[in-house]
């Protein structure tokens, strides 16, 4: 029998496998495929401090292994959240989680007190790479001390665990990785979607209403995988890693990588029980190669 149990820094988890913000709804979307409580986690879509409408269409666009989304945060902003969703959710038998997005150091800070109150989510996941209105736009995960800055002030305010979610459209994401563990990170995730765009040849004109979106699916697999290396090299905080995970062999190189747990997104859009194949997929490789404990795939990378 292996045990799946994943310790992330006081988060107890029941196995590694967790859903990524964006692309599982609030959980109870899935229920009629699979019971979510198999999950170790759950991260509901990002939740900003306003209703938010999101970006016009079109704004999701199929390319070549994988997709770009420019959805714009779309929610009804927190406090509906707090009021609507959370009673529907709050009894799932698994850790349900909030994404929590802003533009302000401000938004972040509101935001995550109002989730703070809510007894039976376990921990948010602050995802910084937001643009920050007051500094130009550029997104608040792309420096240090931006970075550090949204992180200390969440951390004063929220007293339970606190995932810092990474950009990856950065030079040097380990630097990004160490600053926000000294900010007060319990664990890192990474890493969010990368910056591209589509053109439509025939019309000349890009095929996102934003002109650029965010890349996700298997082709951002091997970078995020560099990633998650990069940064387990640098912090001793646990690392939940994502980006192009399709299955049970990729989560385990996630794993030997660096991180304690992963999440899986995209891959929902084409198997909404892929989360639940990957539990057991999991269970069947340490079965396969020997190990009692999943944790111990944890850094086992042989370099």
């Not at 666009?61 to 959370?86: C, R, S, W």
């Not at 550090?148 to 994401?173: C, D, F, Q």
């Not at 765009?197 to 890009?206: D, E, F, G, I, L």
């Not at 639940?276 to 944790?295: M, N, P, T, W």
């Amino acid at each position: 029998m292996v045990d799946l149990q994943i310790d992330l820094n006081g988060l107890q988890l029941k196995n590694p496998v967790m859903t990524a913000s964006g692309t599982f709804g609030y959980g109870e979307e899935f229920m009629d495929f699979f019971d979510i409580s198999c999950l170790g986690g759950v991260l509901v879509k990002g939740t900003t401090l306003e209703h938010r409408e999101g970006n016009a269409y079109p704004r999701m666009a199929e390319t070549p292994q994988g997709m770009l989304n420019a959805v714009g945060l779309q929610n009804k902003g927190v406090h509906y959240f707090a009021d609507h969703i959370y009673p529907r959710i709050k009894d799932y038998d698994t850790h349900m989680l909030v994404n929590v997005s802003g533009s302000t150091i401000e938004d972040y800070i509101k935001t995550a007190e109002v989730v703070n109150e809510l007894d039976k989510i376990p921990g948010i996941e602050l995802n910084i790479s937001c643009p920050n209105v007051k500094e130009g736009g550029m997104a608040f995960g792309t420096s240090c001390p931006s970075a550090v800055s949204v992180v200390e002030a969440v951390r004063k305010v929220y007293k339970k665990h606190l995932m810092v979610k990474l950009s990856p459209n950065v030079t040097n994401i380990a630097e990004i990785g160490a600053a926000v563990e000294g900010a007060g990170a319990d664990s890192i995730s990474l890493i969010n979607t990368l910056l591209g765009m589509a053109v439509n040849a025939k019309t000349r004109k890009p095929v996102l209403s934003t002109v650029t979106g965010g890349l996700s699916g298997p082709a951002v697999k091997p970078v995020a995988l560099r990633m998650v290396w990069q940064v387990s090299q640098v912090v001793k905080v646990p690392i939940v890693g994502m980006g192009g995970i399709m299955n049970a062999t990729d989560a385990v190189e996630f794993m030997l990588a660096g991180a304690s747990a992963i999440q899986v997104g995209t891959a929902n859009f084409i198997d909404p029980c892929v989360t639940a194949k990957i539990v057991e997929g999991l269970e069947q490789y340490c079965q396969e190669h020997g190990f009692d404990r999943v944790s111990d795939l944890v850094g086992a990378l042989e370099v």
